[in-house]
Nanobody, 120 residues
Framework: QVQLVESGGGLVQPGGSLRLSCAAS????????MGWFRQAPGKEREFVAA?????NYADSVKGRFTISRDNAKNSAYLQMNSLNPEDTGVYYC????????????????WGQGTQVTVSS
């Protein structure tokens, strides 16, 4: 019912910034919680940020990343500042009906992921 497509990933130097976008189609997601997760090689997928009525961030990104949404565009965004090598991974956009969550299993729809590499 809902398709999600991420964009905006790439290679950046430590201390740099990237803005990831998540475009939703098939259904309006204004009433859905939107989340961002990431997965580094050999690691489990981990929570990064979510937005519903309020925003929620993993401690590792708090103060550096900002999640937002534009209901008119049916999209969500993740502004990432002060990036460090530990932020490297595939970033996934996800959507959940009715409420937010911090585990991958709580989300109903997923994008294909976009690679973020932080390296000098």
């Amino acid at each position: 019912q809902v398709q999600l497509v991420e964009s905006g990933g790439g290679l950046v130097q430590p201390g740099g910034s990237l803005r990831l976008s998540c475009a939703a189609s098939g259904r309006a997601v204004n009433s859905y919680a939107m989340g961002w997760f990431r997965q580094a090689p050999g690691k489990e997928r981990e929570f990064v940020a979510a937005i519903a009525g309020i925003t929620n961030y993993a401690d590792s990104v708090k103060g550096r990343f900002t999640i937002s949404r534009d209901n008119a565009k049916n999209s969500a965004y993740l502004q990432m500042n002060s990036l460090n090598p530990e932020d490297t991974g595939v970033y996934y956009c996800a959507a959940r009906r009715f409420s937010s969550g911090v585990t991958p299993g709580e989300y109903d729809y997923w994008g294909q992921g976009t690679q973020v590499t932080v390296s000098s």
